[in-house]
């Protein structure tokens, strides 16, 4: 006989194991961007070359000189399709030495399959 406790367990792990699954496929790819963002204090922005490292239809992992803070509202030039999207600043990694990039997750604000995808 199986405890009540033991059933309630069960559901609740089930349920945070959906939860990590992945919204959409990642692939790890190297694509030039062009990262902006407006500097919080006065009305300028700040712009990174950059490249992805891992793509998906939501985001992307990046890595960054600039350590941004999250939910950082910024705008994605994908420098082979000269297409642009918005997003935000999803996750901060550590750095691993002094002089190493920040690894940086950013969500789409609209997802896409194809915003990663070269033109033909």
Do not use: C, Y
Not at 22 to 42: D, E, H, K, N, Y
Not at 89 to 117: C, K, Q, R
């Amino acid at each position: 006989m199986i405890h009540l406790l033991s059933v309630d367990w069960i559901l609740a792990l089930e349920r945070l194991s959906l939860r990590r699954q992945r919204r959409s496929q990642r692939t790890t790819i190297r694509m030039p961007l062009i990262v902006s963002w407006t500097i919080p204090v006065g009305s300028g922005t700040m712009q990174e070359t950059t490249a992805t490292a891992v793509v998906s239809g939501h985001g992307a992992l990046i890595h960054l000189r600039q350590e941004l803070a999250l939910n950082t509202p910024i705008e994605i030039l994908n420098k082979t399709t000269q297409r642009s999207t918005r997003g935000r600043v999803a996750w901060v990694g550590s750095l691993g030495n002094f002089n190493d990039p920040f690894p940086v997750g950013i969500e789409l604000s609209v997802p896409s399959e194809t915003f990663w995808a070269p033109s033909r």
